[in-house]
């Protein structure tokens, strides 16, 4: 499995974006999608996920702000930015756990959002 992702741009505080995420491969074994964000010297921090069966779960920080979805026929899984906050500032990453079992992790490039106050 591979991965594209894009979207990432300066955006003032209060706006929006969307990020895609572009998976190729075997994508019949992708378990799970899943959106991760990461500052400069700190940890990659779980942002969001959406399921094989289309269910969807998120850090409490971004619950309302954020929406991820998928377009199945594109292979590609969104994430919806909206009140964007200075803090939302990092590297979003998209991720993909894809099987057969143990589970394996395909990572994205990574694509900055930079959000000015």
């Known amino acids: 499995v591979q991965l594209q992702a894009s979207g990432g741009g300066l955006m003032q505080a209060g706006g929006s974006l969307r990020l895609s995420c572009v998976a190729s491969?075997?994508?019949?074994?992708?378990?799970?999608m899943n959106w991760y964000r990461q500052v400069p010297g700190k940890a990659r921090e779980w942002v969001t996920v959406?399921?094989?069966?289309?269910?969807?779960s998120y850090a409490d920080s971004m619950k309302g702000r954020f929406t991820i979805s998928r377009d199945k026929a594109k292979n590609t899984v969104y994430l919806q930015m909206n009140r964007l906050k200075p803090e939302d500032t990092a590297v979003y990453y998209c991720?993909?756990?894809?099987?057969?079992?143990?589970?394996?992790?395909?990572w994205g490039q990574g694509t900055l959002v930079t959000v000015s106050s």
């Open positions: 991720n993909a756990r894809y099987g057969p079992l143990p589970l394996r992790d395909a």
């Open positions: 491969g075997n994508i019949l074994s992708i378990n799970a």
């Open positions: 959406i399921t094989s069966a289309g269910s969807t």
